[in-house]
């Protein structure tokens, strides 16, 4: 059988930044005395224009989410993939993700060394450490194992650590984000205006992932290596729930009144349920033609018409994922608005009469709004329009639920109140103990799964929360718990962070059909 490797592209000449795992040594000598406020702000401005183009080049190859995403048909290859099959082996150059925490550090530091006065240097500061911690948990998701750079490159190779210690070191700068950033509605640019874009780092975001990184730590000691298991991952959930009720409390953030705004206003980008996002709606001019058809989110592994004007309805087939009415039916009970929502004209889509057009699938219309350009022979269909939504209240609120059913006790009513929170705003039914067996965190989990339909979170929630032999498809479930250990949930590591670097490791589970 003949084994290849699909890797993830990195376009260095586009972000004009270099390797940092070539090991070129990087001191505060190298960083020069560009320390004026607005030297900082287009340090952290940089590093968002990374995380957006290495997003898209990201999703364009196969990030992670695919293994999870909910859907009863799949395309081939990502059928291989989605079954651990050795014929497909997902790789991934992370060098884009260094060069993110390389402006970072430089952001850090010449913050730290500024003459600005502290509530500006803290802003900078806290902007630097979470631009950090968010992509050190971005390579924790996708390839576990990765080497770890505090402030500085050594100038010689440098071995990975241990998954453990990555989030060890991201919780402490997450924490660090939190303690210096003010909220969103206290930002100010260096011309005095307030800040306009929910890409901005800001305490509320800083607690978002601050909760997901202490939650994916006390859910993934079932895979951590038996040396690294020495962890009260009680603590971690206690502090992850802290940091949810933050978020949940501050009143910053509110959920939209019902599922269609979700879709309309959430997804959009810029709404009050909205936490954290990458900017990309009506930029497509400013980022240039070569970007206009790369993917940024799951949405077009899932639509295509009616938000393609040019596709027919028959054309959906072909799409990455589908899920099909009878699902939809089964995962939206009568009187759960986000079925209309979520699916283009589902009952009429679902009718006995229009099964030979849909082939008995629904028509996800979670994303509403397209970027077209127009060429001259006509306008048509380019990309999704909206912003990429990191973070919303919805999630957080149910990550809440998951922290409290964990910690049970006292915790649990809390729990449900969160589960029915959203449920409510969906008009679905309300919690019973009669569900799942009485498992409240099986509910929780199927709660996150219909709410973050097609979000990209599903993956994600199943490996933290353990339920890959129930959840996944049939090669996760017939891995065993040392292959959980050695690496099978993620990314082979590409061959670019081998150079120069001796002490470089492959993924132990990935190794073994190389």
């Given at each position: ?199 901005t780092p800001c305490k509320g975001a800083a607690n978002a ?175 999704i329009n909206q912003n990429k939504i990191w973070w919303r ?122």
């Amino acid at each position: 059988m003949r084994y290849f490797i699909i890797l993830i592209t990195s376009i260095w000449f586009l972000v004009g930044c270099e390797d940092l795992l070539d090991m070129e040594p990087k001191n505060s000598l190298t960083y020069g005395n560009s320390m004026t406020e607005k030297e900082l702000e287009a340090s952290v401005r940089g590093a968002q224009a990374i995380i957006r183009t290495y997003m898209m080049m990201h999703y364009n190859n196969g990030s992670n989410y695919v293994n999870g995403s909910y859907a009863d048909e799949v395309e081939y290859a990502l059928s291989l993939r989605r079954n651990l099959d050795p014929q497909v082996i997902p790789g991934g150059d992370w060098g884009q993700q260094y060069n993110v925490i390389s402006v970072a550090n430089r952001t850090i530091y010449l913050a730290k060394h500024s003459d600005l006065d502290q509530d500006r240097k803290n802003l900078y500061l806290g902007q630097g450490c979470f631009l950090k911690a968010f992509i050190y948990y971005d390579l924790l998701k996708e390839w576990g194992e990765c080497v770890l750079i505090k402030d500085e490159v050594e100038p010689e190779p440098v071995a990975k650590s241990p998954w453990t210690e990555i989030a060890d070191y991201a919780i402490e700068v997450a924490q660090e984000a939190v303690d210096a950033l003010p909220d969103f509605s206290e930002i100010k640019d260096s011309k005095g205006q307030f800040a306009r874009y929910k890409s901005t780092p800001c305490k509320g975001a800083a607690n978002a992932l601050l909760a997901h990184l202490c939650a994916w730590k006390a859910g993934g000691k079932y895979f951590a290596r038996e040396d690294q298991r020495n962890y009260d991952e009680r603590e971690l959930w206690l502090r992850a729930e802290r940091a949810c009720s933050w978020v949940i409390d501050s009143s910053i953030y509110q959920l939209v009144s019902s599922p269609e705004e979700v879709c309309t206003e959430v997804m959009v980008g810029g709404s009050k349920e909205s936490i954290f996002e990458s900017v990309y709606k009506d930029q497509w001019v400013e980022m240039g033609g070569m970007w206009e058809a790369l993917k940024f989110n799951p949405a077009k592994d899932y639509e295509n018409w009616p938000i393609n004007n040019l596709a027919m309805p028959s054309d959906n087939e072909w799409n990455a994922f589908n899920i099909k009415t009878t699902t939809v039916q089964e995962m939206f009970p009568d009187g759960d608005l986000r079925k209309d929502a979520y699916f283009y004209k589902f009952e009429e889509m679902a009718h006995p009469d229009s099964v030979e057009i849909t082939h008995g699938f629904a028509y996800p219309y979670k994303w509403r709004y397209g970027y077209y350009k127009d060429d001259g022979w006509g306008k048509y269909w380019r990309n999704i329009n909206q912003n990429k939504i990191w973070w919303r209240l919805a999630d957080i609120i149910l990550l809440r639920a998951e922290c409290r059913a964990r910690l049970g006790g006292e915790y649990v009513a809390g729990a449900i109140e969160d589960l029915n929170t959203i449920r409510r705003r969906a008009n679905a039914k309300l919690y019973s103990s009669s569900e799942y067996g009485g498992d409240l965190r099986y509910a929780i989990f199927k709660e996150r799964e219909k709410e973050l339909l097609m979000e990209g979170y599903r993956y994600y929630d199943v490996i933290r929360n353990g339920y890959v032999r129930t959840e996944l498809e049939e090669g996760f479930r017939k891995a065993s718990d040392q292959d959980f250990i050695d690496g099978c949930f993620f990314n082979a590591i590409g061959s670019g962070a081998f150079s120069k670097n001796t002490l470089m490791r492959q993924n132990s589970y990935w190794l073994r059909y190389m």
